[in-house]
């Protein structure tokens, strides 16, 4: 039951992480758009991966009260996190850092991998509980985003081939799988790492109790007289 647990405090996570950094996206990119429409359109997509990411913080909420509060705070939700996962790249946004028509090729492809990555989700929760059809309602928005940026390309860049749409998902792809073996990666060095933390600070303390600290008390004493040389 810890496992399985274990593996839905993970997914809510870092879905959560993923929602958010993609409604900093489209806010930002609502933010730099200097066509109405886009405007407009950057603000609802905004708008939809705020309340997905509300709608994982609500799961992760739920399945945290029903585990032990060490592995709760394993999974807690923290904002730099959307920067130190890669959510969201520490050089700034994507809107600032690529050409429009790349960073619409991202939504296209991004949308429809969340959608597939939601019908993970959907098997993890079971599609007819309450948390299903919230995956249900998400997986709708994702696929509505993709299509807003398939005409946006249709309308905008007629002569793009299929191919380079590919590629495209090919190269977000990639990017997916490195984010979640980083993630794998690191959950794995915590594993082997945090006993050897524990280890130095046992020998450290075991050290200290052999120490003189007399020296070290200050009290009642003018510390205009303290030796410069003294580390305190």
Same mark, same amino acid.
């Given at each position: 039951m810890k496992n399985q647990y274990d593996r839905y405090l993970n997914v809510m996570t870092e879905t959560a992480y993923a929602e958010h950094g993609s409604a900093l996206e489209m *806010? /930002?990119?609502?933010k730099n758009a200097d066509k109405q429409g886009l405007c407009f359109g950057y603000f609802h997509h905004a708008k939809d991966e705020y309340n997905h990411t509300e709608t994982f913080l609500s799961l992760l909420s739920k399945y945290g009260k029903k585990v032990s509060p060490e592995l709760a705070r394993k999974y807690?939700?923290?904002i730099q996190g959307i920067i130190n996962k890669g959510y969201v790249s520490s050089k700034g946004y994507l809107i600032e850092t690529m050409k429009i028509k790349?960073?619409?090729a991202y939504v296209y /492809? +991004? &949308?429809l991998l969340a959608k597939e990555s939601f019908e993970g989700i959907l098997k993890l929760v079971k599609p007819n509980t309450n948390e299903g059809k919230a995956i249900k309602q998400i997986m709708t928005d994702e696929l509505r985003h993709h299509g *807003?940026? &398939?005409k946006y390309f249709l309308k905008y860049y007629p002569r793009l081939?299929?191919?380079? *749409?590919r590629a495209y998902r090919l190269r977000e792809t990639i990017k +997916?799988?490195?984010r979640k073996l980083y993630d794998k990666n690191l959950r794995f060095l915590d594993k082997i790492l945090s006993p050897l933390y524990k280890l130095m600070a046992y020998i450290?303390?075991?050290i200290s109790n052999f120490l003189d600290l007399k020296e070290f008390d200050r009290k009642g004493k003018n510390l205009m007289e303290v030796s410069p040389k003294s580390i305190i």
């Open positions: *806010l /930002t990119a609502c807690r939700f923290s790349d960073f619409i /492809t +991004n &949308e *807003l940026a &398939e081939q299929p191919w380079q *749409l +997916n799988k490195g450290a303390a075991s």
